[in-house]
């Protein structure tokens, strides 16, 4: 069906950047849209930030200007580029898309997570 691996996560300081990757494979005929989760330790899973096909986005208003999300050409692929990272910004984060495949119909599909940590 589909499968989505996100990487990039790992230990920064407060103030530092981090670059996460997520990429979409198999019976894929196109992505609407690709989506940032992310759920901090006690806390419910929350949209960090939304891309679609046609390069429209939005941002959670606790990471704009601070993040940025992007896509590559084929649309299989999203990003988040993460500066001034803040400790609360510490979380498992999670890829999320819109799927239409092949054989028709359209699926959500999920990551298996990254972990970030923010702290001195």
């Known amino acids: 069906q589909v499968q989505l691996v996100e990487s990039g996560g790992g230990l920064v300081q407060p103030g530092g950047s981090l670059r996460l990757s997520c990429a979409a494979s198999?019976?894929?005929?196109?992505?609407?849209?690709m989506r940032w989760y992310r759920q901090a330790p006690g806390k419910e899973r929350e949209l960090v930030a939304a891309?679609?096909?046609?390069?429209?986005?939005n941002y959670a208003d606790s990471v704009k200007g601070r993040f940025t999300i992007s896509r590559d050409n084929a649309k299989t692929s999203v990003y988040l580029q993460m500066n001034s990272l803040k400790p609360e910004d510490t979380a498992v984060y999670y890829c999320?898309?819109?799927?239409?495949?092949?054989?028709?119909?359209?699926?959500?599909?999920w990551g298996q997570g990254t972990q970030v940590a923010v702290s001195s």
């Open positions: 999320n898309a819109d799927v239409l495949l092949v054989i028709g119909g359209v699926v959500g599909s």
């Open positions: 198999g019976s894929i005929f196109s992505i609407p849209a």
């Open positions: 891309i679609t096909s046609s390069g429209g986005t």
